[in-house]
């Protein structure tokens, strides 16, 4: 009896100590300072959990100071005003950036990566490295143009399932508000309950078939959800009229004619949704009945009556907030080349007198923050060689470019890094209800993009672009300002000199 005991204790000892070890890898409870170390070289560039950036010029609440920036375990800890000065310790890891700006990473909460379902679209592992090469610490999904659309807690779960070990920046997510859940409520209830950051809904057509239009009752509806979670709606505000019919050609106009698609889509789609949205965002205000709904309005192309009307709508204290983007900003109908239809997107891209308003509107806070609506395709959809406006498919990639396009033609109109940082990281984080990321303070996550406003670079073939279908993109071939040199997530390096981290060590994000 006593050799067995012998010959199999050995074994046992064996057999406990790869229990302990796979225990400690699994429990939430065990140490976890071994596995976070392990895990740190696979999700950094950087082999320091606790160091400090400096530079001349670093990005805060109050301003843009010269000093350093002291990051432990994830989160900024301290941040000391004067170059070259890092606190008391002198043991830490210091990364002097010298000119460089040190800026909080930017926060796109319009983002389509269409996983799951059409990853030959995109996905999260493509969507989210070029993400990070462009100083994107967090982006926010949209429920649409994956496969199934995201409007209930199960197609949730696959959503959150598909994005697991693929995202290299944070990502957070948007529950869809179509007729289904908005005819019953508790499948929006429990999607909401389920952590989406809030709900999106079109006016008008989506093209996507199980994503249908949502009339401003639905709208209505949703938003008394919504209150009890103090979340918002983002809404696609293009109304088609009754009298109108500006999807058919009626006569010989030519496809290829970017003239020919604009016209289908004029301003008075955009001005005839907002009145419907502005007539129940009065409901939002203190002591209105929708208290605690928020009514958000994506991708204005439109600057005149559209934003006249939701200019009177916060005057008045209603809870609504407006977004445009940078393809509205950087291009004019004007310029945009016959069968180009890279350039296609909807609301459309106006004139130039209309691009040079939104930037007015942009600089004097009219227009709260800045989105890509990136919305990628496959080639065959964009029709690049047909050149038919009319039947391709509409949406800009730009996802890595939002920073560098934003820089070079704001700055043109005045735009300063702070007005930029408050566009892309500040406001969409308080938009989100993402309490700890979109500034450089104390108890923040350390997501921060390090880029060179005065270096210029060609986008061309020879730049590392990471969109999965980069020849799509209507920015190829331009030059721009605004360098990304290096981006951490949560403390992580995550992308330097055209380099990811090894692994995907993004943190999907959900409402509590």
């Given amino acids: 009896m006593d050799q067995f005991v012998w010959r199999v204790l050995p074994l046992i000892t064996i057999l406990v100590s790869f229990f302990i070890f796979f225990y400690l890898q699994d429990s939430d409870t065990a140490p976890l300072y071994p596995v ?51 606190g008391q ?28 379902g059409r990853t030959e679209w995109e996905g999260f592992d493509t969507g989210t490295r070029a993400a990070a090469a462009g100083g994107v610490t967090t982006v926010v999904d949209m429920p649409l143009n994956n496969y199934p659309t995201t409007v209930s807690k199960e197609t949730l779960k696959l959503k959150l399932d598909a994005a697991e070990d693929k995202i290299y920046v944070d990502v957070g997510f948007w529950g869809g508000l179509v007729p289904d859940n908005a005819n019953n409520l508790t499948i929006l209830d429990d999607l909401l309950s389920a952590g989406v950051l809030g709900v999106k809904s079109f006016m008008c057509p989506s093209g996507i078939n199980d994503f249908p239009m949502t009339t401003i009752d639905h709208i209505k509806a949703g938003l008394s959800v919504l209150a009890k979670y103090k979340r918002p709606i983002v809404v696609h505000s293009e109304l088609q009229e009754d009298n109108e019919n500006h999807l058919e050609l009626n006569d010989n106009r030519d496809p290829r004619a970017y003239l020919t698609y604009l016209n289908t889509r004029p301003p008075s789609w955009e001005e005839a949704a907002i009145r419907q949205l502005v007539g129940v965002s009065k409901d939002t205000g203190i002591g209105g009945p929708l208290e605690g709904a928020h009514i958000h309005i994506v991708h204005l192309s439109d600057s005149s009556t559209s934003l006249d009307l939701i200019k009177e709508a916060k005057s008045r204290g209603d809870s609504i907030s407006v977004e445009t983007c940078p393809h509205y900003l950087a291009f004019s109908s004007e310029e945009i080349p016959n069968g180009d239809t890279r350039f296609k997107c909807s609301p459309p891209i106006r004139d130039a007198h209309n691009k040079d308003k939104l930037w007015e509107a942009v600089l004097d806070g009219h227009i709260d923050l800045l989105t890509t609506d990136h919305s990628p395709t496959v080639p065959e959809l964009k029709l690049l060689e047909e050149g038919d406006f009319l039947k391709a498919w509409g949406g800009i990639s730009s996802l890595q470019f939002n920073l560098p396009v934003t820089w070079s033609y704001g700055k043109k109109y005045g735009l ?31 997501d921060i993009v390090v880029w060179q406003p005065e270096q210029e670079f060609d986008l061309d073939d020879n730049y590392p672009v990471f969109i999965k279908h980069y020849e799509l993109s209507a920015y190829m071939g331009s030059r721009l300002s605004g360098k990304v040199l290096d981006t951490f997530v949560r403390g992580n390096l995550v992308f330097k000199d055209g380099k990811h981290a090894p692994s995907a060590c993004g943190v999907k994000i959900l409402a509590t």
């Fill in 36 to 86: 976070i170390k392990l895990r740190r070289n696979e999700c950094s560039l950087l082999p320091h959990h606790h160091f400090w950036i400096s530079s001349k010029r670093i990005v805060t609440p109050q301003g843009i100071i010269s000093g350093s920036v002291e990051i432990n375990e994830g989160r900024i800890v301290s941040v000391v005003e004067g170059y070259g000065k890092q």
């Fill in 89 to 116: 310790s002198k043991q830490e890891e210091v990364i002097d950036y010298g000119d460089a700006v040190v800026m909080p990473g930017l926060i796109d909460v319009h983002v389509h990566l269409d996983e799951p």
């Fill in 416 to 446: 300063t890094i702070e007005q930029l940082s408050l566009l892309w990281s500040k406001r969409p984080a308080a938009l989100a209800g993402i309490e700890s990321k979109g500034t450089i303070a104390v108890g923040n996550h350390a």
